[in-house]
């Protein structure tokens, strides 16, 4: 398996922030000051709830936050700065370097034009392939994503195709011009789960054979930890917990990342009378109080906690986390209160 | 542990189908529900699982005689429920409930929480004062941990969690004796599933409810349910004790389904069998012949294209599947 | 959310500028008539048809019965708005009741109450005015007849197709699962939803039919001397239109200015309501 590399990292963000403007002038801040690497052939999941800000940092790698956002920091690919560069230069990278791979299939594919169209158009777009080559491409990868006869498929519509077809189908479309880097968020979530387990092992194929890195939003602890290597938490907006896979689960260092996996019913071993719930909701970005966002909801809190933000900082080899409280997590019986 | 109570609801042979009209070409009739049969006890709480296609809400929906049903019968309280019509249909609605999967959805945009969570009070108990319906949806609101602060609510003013407790408060201020749940958490983050899944189960046990949970995430069933219904492309595949469905599973779909779980625990997950289930769900337009399974069974014979599986006893559960006893339970 | 929707009106340029006109003029055609010491009706034989004389005593001309243009015009304007928004009242009511009815009953009733509808489109209006007008006279309650039973027809149909997609609605199913049915169903839950929409196409019908007041007016089929719309109006001022142009000009500006405002306004309406849709 291809273990991150201490070379040059593929992706490195910096103190990325991004922050949508209101009708009254406010700035609403979604992501606040990210640090991340990807290394080459590294899948990197990005956990966390609605609100966290996870899909919002996906989409600011490429720039993709649309106009009200404002964006702050260093996204640099293979050491090139990409934050705040025009659309044409961020063009031949996206699609072509860095991919994106959405939740819904649906609206991902153009539903006038068929397959094989939409398949040939990232070629051509990308490196003015010729038609019939692009064509072959589009068959191979077909292949490559496990749809049965290919060359048929290439004239069909979408919505000829079921779900995980096209799904897959997109998988393909993103793979077309050869990424080094495909973003996808909450890829499998409208699929079958029977489906949805065909793809999540697709993509791993996908690293295996191509050595493609990626970076994997989901709010499913399961679909990250069945995929990822590396998994950063996120709690409104800020990263609260970065770790292995095996680590973050075996002992996580942060009460939220711990409160998750408790939460979650087990398909084995005890059942509860009760399950463990994080009592509160969620923040409210446009009021963001000072101190760690998590404490009102923190089993753990203490009193600094609601007045300094805690800075990200390791607290074992490759394990990083943002908490006050020091002392290694007990497995709290019953509710987290 | 309760006393085992006496049968509530017995459904046999429900099927539902949905005719479609496509421009151009005659009505195709879709099969979204086969001869589904299962009894329901009193204060019990029966899971059905299922994928696209299953069927598993067209169930609901035609038990709450939202959709007709194509045959069988339903029996709730001595009355068939699918053949009840006017007054008595009317009545009936005071006792089976749903909840659904979107809350928000299924909040009127217009409407305050007080005035959704009262409005089966104006129906069914229209001697109601203002005053008195209030009082009500003031104590239901508190009943699933909501101050009353929430009364003037709108929808688009809460969260999908709060918007579910106020479509709980709604189903069950008449003390309805079944509750329906369509997906009831499917829509919630992950820290607010165990709220309300854990308020569903306090509430059931408070007020007596039976309950019937539709669901795609096993693990939400296995915590909240005592027996089990599989279903896949409309024809049950398996209806078992919730025990004896999550470690011995007996019917191949079972199994395969177990085992595409995603589980939140990397060790455990690589330590699973690779058996993916290959394939992609039938439409359920053209359903395979004989077991609608075999497609995608691993252990499919020439018996099961021709003949469909009955449902029988094998072990303690209730399984559809010619080769259930040489298939060793998962 | 109707504080949103609010903030969003206030916050279009156009929609601020024609609910001020129209305000404004509202405002005129209560005050100048009773202000000014000119009425509707007394003729001045010394200055028949005379141009404005912005500082003197006619402010806008007068007629050529020697009637003060500024307060023939404003009284004009009352009349016009009042049909225009009786009518529209009424229409609304009558279009509502109808195309929420048919939509939520569905099946056969809606085919045959659509059918109803579809005939009576096919009626053409002017033909249709002059049949009433010979069998029941002239009068302003003709008019009213007379757009009231042509200008539901759009809004049914509106509410009709709006009814329809609601009733696909969760909101809808659970309240069917409540026990609400048949008509509460409608006035709780369908009307309230389809309100938005109502108001912007009741904002826009005013002006259709203060227009359609006009042509009738214009026609001869209209209100009657010594009674005054904009269209009667515009009607009079047209037949002299070459030697006393602001015969025609002053009513005819009024009359653009109420439409237009109302336009506007039931634009901005519809953009506060879905601020989605297209700019």
Redesign the interface.
């Known amino acids: 398996m291809n273990s991150p590399s201490s070379a040059e990292p593929l992706l490195q963000l910096q103190d990325v922030s991004v922050a949508y403007r209101t ?1 009254s002038g406010a700035a609403v801040p979604v992501v606040r000051g990210v640090n991340l690497q990807l290394a080459p052939g590294e899948i990197l999941g990005l956990a966390g ?2 609100g966290s800000g996870k899909t919002q940092l996906l989409l600011s790698i490429i720039g993709l936050n649309g106009q009200h956002a404002q964006l702050t920091g260093s996204v640099r690919y293979r050491g090139q700065e990409l934050l705040g560069r025009p659309i044409a230069e961020l063009n031949r990278v996206r699609g072509a370097r860095i991919a994106t791979v959405f939740q819904d299939p649906a609206t991902a594919l153009n539903p006038y034009l068929p397959i094989g169209r939409q398949l040939s158009e990232v070629l051509r777009f990308h490196g003015g392939v010729p038609g019939r080559l692009a064509r072959e491409r589009a068959c191979e990868l077909l292949e490559a994503v496990q749809v049965a006869d290919p060359q048929r498929r290439l004239q069909q519509y979408p919505h000829e195709l ?4 096209r799904q897959r189908v997109v998988i393909a479309m993103a793979l077309m011009a050869s990424p080094e880097i495909l973003l996808a968020d909450e890829p499998t979530t409208a699929l ?7 793809i ?2 697709l993509l791993l194929q996908l690293r295996e054979r191509h050595g493609i890195a990626m970076v994997l939003v989901s ?5 990250i ?2 995929l990822a290597d590396r998994v950063a938490v996120m709690y409104a907006g800020r990263i609260v917990e970065q770790a292995g ?2 680590a973050l ?2 002992q996580p260092q942060h009460p939220y990342s711990e ?3 408790r ?6 071993g005890p ?2 009378q ?6 509160g ?2 923040p409210d970005p446009a009021a963001l109080a000072p101190g760690c966002a998590f404490a009102p909801r923190c089993a753990y809190r203490l009193a600094l906690c609601e007045q300094r933000l805690p800075e990200l900082r390791e607290a074992g080899p490759g394990h990083w986390k943002a908490c006050h409280y020091d002392q290694p997590l007990g497995r709290l019986r019953g509710e987290l209160t | 542990m309760s006393a085992v109570q006496p049968e509530l609801l017995r459904v046999t042979g429900l099927s539902v189908s949905y005719r479609l009209h496509e421009a151009g070409r005659r009505a195709a009739l879709l099969h979204a529900v086969r001869d589904v049969s299962f009894e329901l006890a009193g204060g019990q709480t029966l899971g059905i699982v299922g994928e696209s296609g299953s069927g598993k809400s067209s169930i609901a929906r035609a038990l709450l005689r939202l959709v007709p049903a194509s045959s069988g019968q339903a029996c709730f309280d001595g009355q068939d429920l699918l053949q009840l019509r006017g007054a008595p249909l009317q009545r009936m609605r005071r006792s089976l409930q749903l909840i659904f999967q979107d809350p928000l959805a299924s909040l009127d945009p217009r409407m305050s929480a007080e005035e959704t969570v009262s409005e089966p009070l104006r129906v069914f108990e229209p001697a109601l004062s203002a005053a008195e319906r209030s009082a009500r949806a003031r104590v239901m609101l508190e009943a699933v941990g909501l101050s009353e602060r929430y009364l003037p609510r709108l929808p688009h003013e809460l969260s999908g969690g709060q918007a579910q407790r106020i479509a709980i408060a709604r189903a069950l201020i008449l003390r309805p004796r079944l509750l329906f749940c369509d997906e009831p958490l499917s829509s919630l983050d992950v820290s607010i599933k165990s709220q309300i899944g854990n308020l569903l189960m306090q509430l059931q046990a408070q007020l007596g409810l039976s309950m019937v949970f539709i669901s795609h995430d096993l693990a939400a069933v296995r915590f909240a349910c005592s027996r089990v219904l599989v279903l896949y492309l409309g024809r049950v595949m398996e209806l078992a004790d919730r025990d004896a469905l999550f470690s011995a599973a007996r019917h191949p779909y079972t199994r395969a389904l177990l085992q595409s779980a995603p589980l939140p625990d990397p060790r455990l997950a690589r330590r699973r069998p690779a058996g993916t289930l290959g394939g992609e769900i039938p439409s359920p337009l053209a359903p395979p012949s004989g077991c609608v399974f075999r497609t995608r069974c691993a252990h499919a014979i020439d018996r099961c294209a021709a003949q469909i599986p009955a449902l029988r006893r094998v072990g303690g559960s209730l399984v559809a599947c010619h080769r259930a006893e040489e298939i060793a339970p998962y | 959310m109707s504080s949103q929707v609010l903030a969003r009106l206030r916050a279009q340029r156009l929609t601020r500028i024609a609910a001020a006109v129209l305000a404004a003029i509202v405002l005129a055609s209560l005050l100048v008539p009773w202000l000014s010491p000119y009425d509707s009706y007394t003729p001045d034989f010394a200055l028949l048809s005379h141009p404005p004389m912005l500082a003197g005593a006619h402010v806008l001309g007068t007629d050529p019965l020697g009637r003060d243009l500024l307060v023939r015009v404003m009284w004009g304007c009352r009349i016009s708005l009042a049909i225009g928004v009786v009518a529209t009242l009424m229409s609304v009511l009558i279009g509502v009741s109808w195309g929420a009815i048919a939509g939520y009953a569905g099946g056969t009733t809606d085919q045959l109450m659509m059918r109803v509808v579809d005939v009576l489109y096919s009626v053409p209006f002017v033909p249709f005015v002059i049949v009433l007008t010979v069998l029941f006279g002239r009068g302003l309650w003709l008019i009213f007849l007379a757009i009231g039973a042509v200008s539901w027809l759009d809004i049914a149909r509106i509410v009709r197709g709006q009814t329809l997609s609601l009733k696909q609605r969760e909101f809808i199913e659970a309240a069917r699962i409540a026990g609400v049915h048949g008509i509460g169903m409608i006035r709780r839950h369908i009307v309230p939803n389809l309100l938005g929409i109502v108001a912007v196409y009741a904002t826009l019908t005013i002006p259709a039919v203060i227009l359609f007041e006009a042509l009738l007016s214009f026609l001869g089929m209209g209100v009657q001397s010594p009674m005054a719309s904009l269209g009667s109006l515009v009607a009079d001022g047209a037949s002299d239109m070459q030697s006393h142009p602001h015969l025609l000009i002053v009513p005819a500006a009024f009359l653009t200015a109420i439409i237009y405002a109302f336009n506007y306004l039931g634009d901005g309406l519809r953009k506060a309501l879905d601020p989605r849709g297209q700019p």
């Open positions: 009708a709830e609605s079921s779900g995980g077809m079958d789960v029977t489906v949805q387990s065909q999540l092992r709010h499913d602890m399961g679909v930890a069945g896979i095996d689960f075996e409160a998750l996996q939460c979650v019913p087990s398909l084995a059942l509860p009760r399950l463990p719930s994080i009592p909701a969620p």
